[in-house]
Structure formats: structure tokens, C-alpha cells
């Protein structure tokens, strides 16, 4: 459960900074309904860009946003269809889009998620604390984002390998930015890099998305309604929702999972991973390149007795994919060889590494349950090709110049070659398993409980309590906004 315990010395110390910066925070059925915002706040968004450091942009952390850079305010729920000419399956594939999000990547939500609980409570002081925002990449992304909304000070730290334009656009928001060694799967690395702070200064609060209940809450309300949206606006008297699949970075996302297996009681929940990695399919180790998302270890916040299946994904795919889709020659192809239509083609764009992954995901998923037209698969893409300009001159640089033959190539191979190797459907003995890896990083390294631990898989109470706190949550931060008065000013 979120700790909702009030500390008012510094709730009070928070509510002056939000009045002093004119700071409104957005509740969680405002982020899933935006219809429920402040016709003021929707006025106000007209004014600003969708990156702009302004705390308006707060009430843009929703998958409604209007698909653009400047001034849009809401409409329908951000997906693309990915058409059978391109999946080579029957089942229709949705995948929700992040690039649309502040900072172009939804994890602007689950940090929001972690940090505002704190804020509403006084557990975090605006005018003192730090906000250690661990990451393999995006999430520390979205919270320095946010920490800057809310003018608190942030901590970014993020694996050395992560692409450039991380970085470079890190220096202009954090407080602080921190390399730690490796590439997307060294996770240890950043966990310590947080104990050595927790140990040697008093300033710092770390919001650790692996075990942050807050990115569960968001997710579970905010992605999974989305999601859910998006079915039922495409969906006909005959289509049934077969799943979701969602490569495992915090876990965050599946948690998105658990909302539609209430809803769509028939549906199953896959997780993916990289195959350099394979830490759920066999508690294997490894580095991979699939950037967003993160191994050798499994997330405390994982719901891992609700998830039907493992998926690993070749590293090899995701990559050679990210060009097939962002070079001329491979668009080209792909309109004029195989037949994909041109404006589904464009919007590809849309698909970061661990976009395009989820995409393989739900194609081995609905290869492995032969679905049918009628069957509807989910997944997200975290962020878009734009974070990733690098990684593509620098696959330019390793295998030449990007032609027609190349595209073929990867069409055949990495796309349409995908097969329903490397998976497992999960009994109850494969979900305890897995679960049981928890020990070794969260009881042996990390300061949780055994107590703990085994509460997570016997009470089943555990997980639907937690997400039901966006209520309680909502109401702390409609009280908030009261205290500070800047809405009812505005």
C-alpha cells in the first residue's frame, strides 16, 4: 500500500511553493477522463507547447492529448492500428502511443504516480528534498520533467550505454545527472548508486519505479482505461480482447494488465524481455539493446501471479526493425513491395526499441494462440523513434547504407520471421518461480520483508486494495489544490 501518512510542517512548506509557482496538480480521474479538467486549465494549454517546462503541463499527463507539439488540449486516446500486411497475423494489433505524452514518453505518469503522494502528504518537502528519480532511461526522464513542474530539485541517474539524446536533453532539466556503468540490464548498478546517496545525504528521497507503488496506481487507472478505450472504439459485435503484452521495464505497465483482465475476464497478460536477457523465461543474465527496459532482476511492483506468459524478444529484431521503419529506403518497401498503407507506414515513426519490442511481443502472442480477425491485442510504445536518431546513423555506420535489399532482409528475417520460439505459458509452479526471484533482489539487497514477500502471493487482497487508493489519493490532492487557492484564482 501508498504510506498516506501526513507530515503538515511540510505539507504546508509544499502548498506554499505550489501557491508561490502557481502549481495545480491534476487528479487521477482527470488523467484518465480529461474531460473532468477545468475549463481554465484547457484554456491555459492553448498557450503552451507540449514540452514546455510549465506547470500546465501537468494536466497533459493522459493518453488523450492532441497529437501535437503546440497548443493542443484533448480528444480520443493516442493508438495505431498495425495492419496485417504488416504483422503477417490475423488479429488486430493497438498499440498506445507515448510520444504524446511531455517529454514524448508516458513515464511522465508513473513518476507522477511515485512523487505526488509524497507531495500531498508533506513525506516530501519541496523546499528541502532532492527527488532521486532510478532509471534505466525514460523514467528518470519523466521525473525530472515533473520535479521541474513542481519546482523541486531532482536527481537523474541512468546506465552509461543509454542513447546521446538522453543525456543531452537531461543536462537542461535535472538538478544533477549520474551515469552509472553498463547498458539497459544493469539495474544493480543503479540500485547502489541509490543506497550510496540514501547513505551519505540526509536531502535525498529516492522514487525507485521498480518498487514505487504510485507507477502500479497510474498505470492500472490511467494506461489500462486508455486501453481499454481504444478496444471498444474499434471494436465489432463479433471481436473479443485475447490480451495485452508488455516488455518488462518497472513492471509499471503490466500493472495496466491487471485492469483488463477485470474488464475482459477471457483475456491473458504476457510480459517480455530480451532474449540476451532472460531472467523470467530462465533465470537467465546478460546486456541487451532493447533500451527501456530493464533485467536480471524481478520488479517488486510485478503482479507476477496474474501474468499468463513470458515472451522474450531478440535484440537483433528490434534493431534492425528501427531501421526498416525510419529509413526511406525500408518505408519505401514497405509501401510499394509489401503493401502496407502509406499512412500506416508514416506513422511507424511512432515506435521507439521497446515500442517496436512490444509489437514482436503481441505478434509471437497471437502467432502461439492462432487468433483470429476477431481478436483484438494491446500493448504500448513507452516512446518514439526521435529518442533513437543515434542508434540508427550508428547501425548505418555498422552495416552501411540503408537499400531496398536491406529492407527485404529485414522485413523477411526480423518482422515476418518472428516465430513462437522462446516463450512460456506460465503454470501456477512457473508464476511462483518467478515470483520467488523477488527474494534475492528486494529481501537479500533491497529492505523489504519476508513478510512482505509472501504477502504479495497469498493475500489477495494485496494488489486490488492497492490499486484502489487513486480515490484516497484524489481526494488528498483536491484538498491540496483547495489549500493553495491558485485554481479557484486563476
Known amino acids: 500500500m501508498i504510506n498516506l501518512e501526513k ?22 480521474a482527470q488523467m484518465k477522463n480529461p474531460d473532468l479538467v477545468p475549463e481554465k486549465i484547457k484554456e491555459g494549454l492553448k498557450k503552451v507547447g507540449l514540452w514546455d517546462v510549465d506547470p500546465l503541463n501537468l494536466f497533459r499527463i493522459t493518453w488523450h492529448n492532441e497529437p501535437t507539439m503546440q497548443g493542443g488540449t484533448y480528444g480520443g486516446v493516442n493508438f495505431l492500428e498495425i495492419p496485417s500486411s504488416l504483422s503477417g497475423v490475423k488479429a488486430k494489433i493497438i498499440i498506445m502511443i507515448g510520444k504524446w505524452f511531455p517529454t514524448g514518453c508516458h ?27 532510478p532509471s534505466t532511461g525514460n523514467y528518470c526522464r519523466g521525473g525530472a520533467f515533473n520535479s521541474k513542474l513542481l519546482s523541486c530539485d531532482s536527481i537523474a541517474i541512468l546506465p552509461a550505454e543509454m542513447s546521446k539524446e538522453r543525456f543531452d536533453w537531461l543536462s537542461k532539466i535535472a538538478g544533477e545527472v549520474i551515469a552509472t556503468p553498463g547498458c ?9 548508486k541509490t543506497w550510496e546517496l540514501r547513505n551519505t545525504r540526509d536531502d535525498v528521497i529516492i522514487f525507485n519505479q521498480f518498487e514505487e507503488m504510485g507507477n502500479c496506481v497510474w498505470h492500472y487507472q490511467v494506461t489500462g482505461n486508455a486501453i481499454a478505450e481504444a478496444y471498444e472504439s474499434i471494436k465489432t459485435p463479433t471481436s473479443r480482447f485475447a490480451g495485452a503484452c508488455f516488455t518488462s521495464g518497472s513492471a509499471g505497465t503490466m500493472s495496466a494488465g ?48 496474474n501474468t499468463d506468459m513470458v515472451i522474450a524478444i531478440d535484440d537483433e529484431d528490434s534493431q534492425n526493425l528501427l531501421r526498416l521503419f525510419n529509413c526511406e529506403e525500408g518505408k519505401k518497401y514497405l509501401k510499394e513491395v509489401v503493401g502496407v498503407p502509406a499512412e500506416t507506414v508514416e506513422k511507424l515513426s511512432l515506435l521507439g526499441i521497446s515500442g517496436i519490442a512490444n509489437m514482436l511481443c503481441c505478434i509471437k502472442f497471437a502467432k502461439y494462440y492462432e487468433l483470429t480477425e ?58 511462483k518461480r518467478i515470483h520467488n526471484l523477488k527474494y534475492y533482489t528486494w529481501v537479500e539487497q533491497q529492505g523489504k520483508t519476508y513478510e512482505e514477500i509472501n504477502q504479495q502471493w497469498y493475500d489477495t487482497h494485496y494488489w486490488t ?26
Open 7 to 28: 507530515n503538515n510542517e511540510k505539507l504546508q512548506h509544499n502548498i506554499q511553493v505550489a501557491r508561490e509557482h502557481k502549481i495545480v496538480l491534476p487528479t487521477f
Open 184 to 192: 539497459e540490464s544493469n539495474v544493480k548498478e543503479i540500485f547502489d
Open 374 to 431: 476477431d481478436d483484438v491485442v494491446a500493448t504500448v510504445a513507452t516512446d518514439s523513434a526521435i529518442m533513437y536518431t543515434s542508434r540508427i546513423d550508428e547501425l548505418n555506420e555498422q552495416q552501411g547504407a540503408y537499400d531496398m535489399l536491406t529492407a527485404a532482409r529485414d522485413y523477411s528475417e526480423h518482422l515476418h520471421g518472428v516465430r513462437t520460439d522462446s516463450m512460456l505459458e506460465l503454470s501456477y509452479q512457473d508464476r
Open 465 to 490: 486494495d492497492m490499486h484502489a487508493q487513486a480515490d484516497e489519493l484524489d481526494k488528498l490532492i483536491n484538498e491540496f489544490n483547495d489549500a493553495t487557492g491558485v485554481l479557484a484564482n486563476m
Open 107 to 133: 513515464k511522465v505518469g508513473a513518476s507522477y504516480g511515485c512523487l505526488v503522494p509524497r507531495l500531498v502528504t508533506g513525506q516530501f518537502d519541496a523546499t528541502y528534498n532532492k527527488a532521486v528519480w
Open 258 to 305: 491487471d485492469l483488463l483482465k477485470e474488464k475482459y475476464p477471457y483475456s491473458k497478460l504476457a510480459v517480455g524481455e530480451a532474449l540476451q536477457c532472460p531472467t523470467l523465461l530462465e533465470n537467465g543474465f546478460g546486456g541487451h539493446r532493447i533500451e527501456g527496459i530493464g533485467d536480471k532482476h524481478v520488479p517488486w511492483i510485478h503482479n507476477v501471479r
